[in-house]
């Protein structure tokens, strides 16, 4: 039976390096009668290129990409299309990838175990201009908006940290004295709320300031 053109369906790019995953959310979407997948890529790099040649209406973001993350390659189209709509779909709901991913310019933030329904209800929320963010992630959001942002400093002594290093390793890592490294975990304890190293450690990976690779 020869498939009926869709009529001004809205259309939608994703952005995933699982092809599986790419095969089944595609499916998903044609199966919907106002839902079009008109372009998708694996690589983050890509991202660019791709919604440049194919200005999708919608474009479903994973985080975790190759090549460019899902949170640079928003930043990235949204600064060239600030129009742009994207919807991050990912595994991770950490407070801190809600968070960037919402900077970023993302108008929703959705787990990929979203019911297909949600998904396209979503879908379509955000081509109409709406963001989309649960009750739950909203709060999250909200929580972590709350708490200081971090220098690029620390955010490269809470790397180290999660390595394993010592204050002499780290500052011979970052050209920086011990007093330095240890003014700099005071600084970090009190922004973190937290009273040690491993604290720090935990809530830095719990929060998903950092991720373990």
């Given amino acids: 039976m020869k498939k009926l053109k869709k ?8 952005v995933d390096d699982h092809p599986a995953f790419r095969k089944g959310m595609a499916a998903l979407i044609e199966s919907e009668p106002d839902l079009s997948v008109v ?8 991202a660019l290129q791709v919604y440049r040649a194919k200005k999708p209406d919608v474009v479903l973001m994973d985080l975790r990409l190759p090549g460019l993350g899902g949170v640079e390659a928003t930043l990235a189209i949204r600064k060239e299309f600030p129009d742009a709509r994207v919807i991050v779909l990912t595994t991770f709901d950490t407070d801190e990838d809600i968070f960037r991913a919402i900077q970023s310019g993302a108008k929703s933030y959705l787990l990929k175990d979203t019911p297909d329904d949600e998904l396209a209800t979503a879908i379509r929320g955000v081509h109409a201009g709406k963001q989309i963010l ?16 971090l220098t690029q400093r620390e955010m490269d002594v809470l790397q180290m940290l999660i390595k394993g290093r010592s204050n002499r390793e780290i500052g011979t890592a970052l050209f920086l004295c011990e007093d330095t490294v240890k003014a700099h975990f005071k600084t970090l304890f009190a922004k973190l709320k937290v009273q040690d190293r491993t604290e720090a450690a935990i ?11």
Wanted: glycine fraction near 6%.
């Fill in 39 to 46: 372009a998708e890529t694996g690589d983050g790099r890509d």
């Fill in 7 to 14: 009529t001004n369906p809205i259309r939608v790019m994703l």
């Fill in 134 to 149: 649960s009750d739950k992630l909203s709060r999250r959001l909200a929580e972590r908006q709350q708490r200081p942002e």
């Fill in 203 to 213: 809530s830095a990976i719990r929060h998903g300031i950092v991720h373990l690779d």
